[in-house]
Structures are given as structure tokens and as C-alpha cells.
């Protein structure tokens, strides 16, 4: 990452291996060989508190590379696992939040991501017998802070902000300190037998599109610049794509690339639909507000539909129009979109 200016990233958004979950020992291992030693000795707190140094490289430069004001957001999960048969949580989200706090970041209000799963035996422990079962982890937090003090400066009556809005209705869902209403990734790819891109998949651990997908919306621009320093199969870049922001992306594993070129191919009609649920959303929304004898007072311009606030008057939606891909740099065109051309 030393090839980006300081200062010149709006917003990061990311995922990073976690720590003391096992898929991902053999990564932390290869940056420090002494962590498998310690792994195989037992010392589970000496062990998590290396895992974490390895990750510390990339936030230093995070710290460096974002913008004063702007916006860090980091998706990450606890892991439970047993060491010398003692079962513990490792609190991942308490290491990270620790060292952006030590280095001048602000924290915000994180979100909890609730990923329920659908096993009929959850528990973990000695089953109805007390006091020996544990709590089962369903969850994930998106840790948001901001760099430095100071909020963001942006032109007060800024087009681009301004259309660059969210609906009320949506910012009432995507505000919530809870997400509920959408799952992990699932592992596979198809439906079918496993290829080589389900195989390459399987460890990459990708959050769902729609997670960077809001966080852009709610907290970049148009035109703003998003990084993943964890790219992995490319999730914040197709997300930033879809949004009409810029992208940097950082993955170790080349063979990802495959997955997301393969996702790029349906991303036109991907990004046209996306616009089109949100549209036939609010619009719906809308109708039940008028239904229930709501005076609705404002009036999108571009869409000629009622809006609650006057905030949302000159939101617009963009598409991709044209795409090019060259080796590891991906151009995209963007058009306004409207649902009837």
C-alpha cells in the first residue's frame, strides 16, 4: 500500500482474517512462524496477541492512507476455540478498536450483524445441564470509527452529495445499530459440483455484496475513492463499482481474481437491478404513506415520485454504461440511471 498518497482515501472498507479462527492459521503463520510453535505449546493468549501484530502492519497503513474525517469501517468476528481442551472467545473487535482509539481515530457506533444459522442444535457445552453450556455466536461486528476529530469537510450545497443521498426509509433501516436482514456469503458459488472458483471461494470468506454495498452509500460519495486492503474476491470493489465510487483493492492470493472478473461479467445487469429494487422500494414505500393520508410535501426531480424529506429532491441513481478491464486496472463508465431507457 505504499504506492497510495497519504490522506487520499475517502473511506475503507474491509474485512480481515480473524485471528484464532482456524482457516486462516496458516496465513498468520507464514508472516510469523513462531505463531505455530505457540499454537502447538498451547498459549492461546500469546498466540492471539501475535495474529493481531500481523494485522497492525496493514491498520498502520490504513491510518496513513485515509483521509482527516473520513470514514474506517471494519467487519469483523469473535472466535471461540478450544485450547488445551478449555474452551474460550477471543474478542477480536476489542483488539482492533483498541489500536484505532490509541491512534487518534474516533469510534462511532458500531453495527451488529446478526447471521443467524439454521442448525437445531446450536449449543455449544454440557446441552440442559448447568453451568457448563455456552452462548452460541451468531453475530459480527462493523466497527466504524473516523480519523481524527473533525468531520469530513464537504461543499455544504454539494450536487454530488446531494444526489449521492439515501432514501429516509432507508436510512431508517441502514442506521440501525442491528442488521438482521441479510446472511453471510454462502460457500458455494453453484448449486452444483464444486470447480476450481467454488475451491478458491472457500477461502476467501467474502461478505455479502450488500454489506459494503450500504456502508458506501451511507458514508462516501459520488466519485469518492473506497479501500479494501483485505480485497479478497473483490466484494467493496464490485459494491464501489455498482455505487459510482472509485476502488483500491489489496489481495496476496492472485487466484481471487479469477472470481471477481467472473462476477464483473453480469455486472451491468447486477447494478440495474439493484437500482431498480430500490426504486420499486420507495415507490411502494411511498404509496402506503399516501394510503395513510401522509402529506407528502417534496418531489424527487429525477424521478418524478414523492420523497419525506427535502434532502432527497435531487438523489439520483447511476449504472455502469461501459466497462474495460486491463490487467489490474478496471475503467468504468457511469450514466444516470432511468428505469424507462
Known sequence: MSEITPNSVDLIVTSPPYPMIEMWDPLFC?????????????????????????????????????KEGGILCINIGDATRKINKNFQLFPNH???????????????????????????????????LPPNAYVTLEHEYILLFRKGEKKLKLPPKSTKRYQSA???????????????????????????????????????????????????????????????????????????????RNSIGYELNTEFKKIFYSRIENIVLLNKAINKERLNSHISFINQQIKLGKELKHQNINYDFKVITSQEKELLLYFINKIAVNENVISVVHEPYYPDR
Request: net charge neutral.
Open 166 to 244: 439515501y432514501f429516509w426509509e432507508e436510512r431508517n433501516n441502514w442506521f440501525s445499530d442491528m442488521w438482521s436482514d441479510f446472511r453471510g456469503t454462502p460457500q458455494s458459488l453453484t448449486d452444483g459440483k464444486k470447480n476450481d472458483i467454488d475451491e478458491i471461494r472457500e477461502r476467501s470468506a467474502a461478505f455479502p455484496l450488500e454489506l459494503p454495498y450500504r456502508i458506501i452509500n451511507m458514508y462516501s460519495i459520488y466519485g469518492d475513492t473506497i479501500l479494501d486492503p483485505f480485497w479478497g474476491t473483490g466484494t467493496t470493489s464490485l459494491a464501489a463499482m455498482i455505487c459510482g
Open 30 to 66: 507464514d508472516f510469523n512462524p513462531q505463531i505455530k510453535q505457540i499454537l502447538e505449546e498451547g498459549d492461546a493468549k500469546k498466540a492471539f496477541s501475535l495474529m493481531h501484530n500481523v494485522l497492525k502492519q496493514v491498520w498502520k497503513d490504513c491510518v496513513r492512507v485515509l
Open 94 to 128: 476489542v483488539i482492533v478498536a483498541d489500536f484505532f482509539q490509541k491512534n487518534g481515530f474516533i469510534s462511532l457506533p458500531s453495527i451488529l450483524w446478526r447471521k443467524p444459522t439454521n442448525a437445531p442444535n446450536k449449543f455449544m457445552g454440557s446441552g440442559m
